[in-house]
């Protein structure tokens, strides 16, 4: 069983940074594609970023790309979702979630997905 543990979150001001962190366990990172998507108060789910498995590449959201980057360690069976340049419209949960069988076209959808984490509260303020 794959398990997701999202940390790094808090709370920020405008124009601040922050990183988060998604601890894998129970799966490589060369076997299951992850993805970041986010969910603000009153709003439905939606897509972040993901970083594919193995040696795919990275992809971003446009409304989060040239702000935030999605990255990986392998050795840690660790992503990162690098957030700079925050603004009050990225308040969320976010969360992290892990997919086996992803194809590039599916890659936003949270119905690829099959693991999901608790979440993690990100809050920007003025």
């Known amino acids: 069983q794959v398990q997701l543990v999202e940390s790094g979150g808090g709370s920020v001001q405008v124009g601040g940074s922050l990183r988060l962190s998604c601890a894998v366990s129970g799966g490589s990172l060369s076997t299951y594609t992850i993805g970041w998507f986010r969910q603000a108060p009153g709003k439905g789910r939606e897509y972040v970023a993901a970083?594919?498995?193995?040696?795919?590449?990275?992809y971003h959201a446009n409304s989060v790309k040239g702000r935030f980057t999605a990255s990986k360690d392998n050795a840690k069976n660790t992503v990162y979702l690098q957030m700079d340049s925050l603004d009050s419209g990225d308040t969320a949960v976010y969360y992290c979630?892990?997919?086996?069988?992803?194809?590039?076209?599916?890659?936003?959808?949270?119905?690829?997905?099959?693991?999901w984490g608790q979440g993690t509260q990100v809050t920007v303020s003025s």
């Open positions: 970083v594919r498995r193995g040696g795919g590449g990275t």
């Open positions: 979630a892990a997919g086996a069988r992803i194809i590039l076209s599916s890659i936003a959808r949270e119905d690829a997905y099959d693991y």
